[in-house]
């Protein structure tokens, strides 16, 4: 118990942090690409954006792009609406269940029908129910969803709403602070968070459209001339950073301070068999795995 003793304050950042490869399975673990290939999805891509905007139905290209934000257009629309016609949006959903299922299964072994899964996910679902869904459409159309019953599905089902509802408002941070897709994600990188050649080549930016982004933060004095964040990026920065965990925070104030403690202990030891048995993209565990 001695988490609960030495965190005096658990901001939705950790809490993010905490619980957000237990939801990564879905896109990196071999079970749900199996799953996509199977139903006649071509190719990573088109089963990552189509197990991901599944909830939104048959969403077009553009509604995809505006709502995932950071991708480049055209990499959309190399798998949607492709993917609809491979397998119904209601088809994808069932397939996307079902291989989480066997991947949990699989990466956590016993610890799927333990008494401290059980409590965990409990109290995640607490905080995804408190989860804010207005001007939100990916939390939104996740909680349109029906809840599963087994505890480790529910814990899963509880962190996708909360991992995209804090992902809307990030959006909508970035919107406020005036950052178009590619500036932001030029930014990002210049904060050291992420390899600049990796982030591009993996939202699908050119060369060229990653140069002029970087030229307009320039221009706004946000970045210097060898590309590194200026005082004034570094602040703004920080400053989306705080506000993405402030329109986060509605779901963890719900929970209070000792709860989130407590369900930071409980998912710990889920979360570490996830990653050391590989259920994540080795290379960095937030996402940033080529997909073929």
Not at 267 to 275: E, H, K, Y
Request: proline share 6%; charged share 20%.
């Amino acid at each position: 118990m001695g988490s609960l003793v030495s965190v005096q304050k658990l901001p939705a950042r950790r809490m993010w942090r905490a619980l957000e490869p237990y939801h990564a399975v879905t896109y990196f673990a071999p079970e749900s690409r199996a799953a996509t290939d199977q139903l006649g999805c071509k190719g990573g891509w088109m089963s990552y954006f189509g197990l991901r905007a599944a909830p939104l139905g048959h969403a077009s290209a553009e509604l995809v792009t505006a709502t995932f934000y950071g991708f480049h257009p055209d990499r959309v629309r190399r798998a949607i609406p492709a993917a609809w016609q491979a397998a119904s949006p209601a088809d994808l959903l069932v397939a996307r269940l079902r291989s989480v299922d066997q991947a949990l299964r699989r990466l956590l072994g016993d610890a799927v029908d333990s008494a401290g899964l059980a409590e965990a996910a409990g109290l995640a679902q607490e905080a995804a129910l408190a989860a804010p869904t207005a001007g939100r459409p990916l939390a939104a159309a996740n909680s349109a969803l029906s809840w599963p019953e087994e505890p480790h599905l529910v814990l899963w089902h509880a962190q996708t709403l909360l991992r995209e509802s804090r992902g809307d408002g990030h959006v909508a941070a970035l919107v406020g602070a005036g950052l178009d897709p590619c500036e932001s994600l030029v930014a990002f990188a210049a904060d050291g968070r992420a390899d600049p050649e990796a982030l591009r080549n993996y939202r699908g930016w050119s060369q060229a459209e990653w140069s002029e982004a970087s030229g307009r933060l320039v221009a706004r004095g946000l970045l210097d001339g060898d590309g590194r964040l200026t005082e004034a990026g570094v602040a703004l920065r920080e400053q989306l950073e705080d506000r993405t965990d402030e329109l986060a925070s509605v779901s963890w104030d719900a929970l209070g301070e000792h709860r989130c403690a407590r369900l930071v202990e409980l998912v710990a030891p889920l979360t570490g068999a996830i990653v050391s048995s590989g259920g994540l993209a080795p290379d960095n565990p937030m996402g940033l795995r080529p997909l073929e």
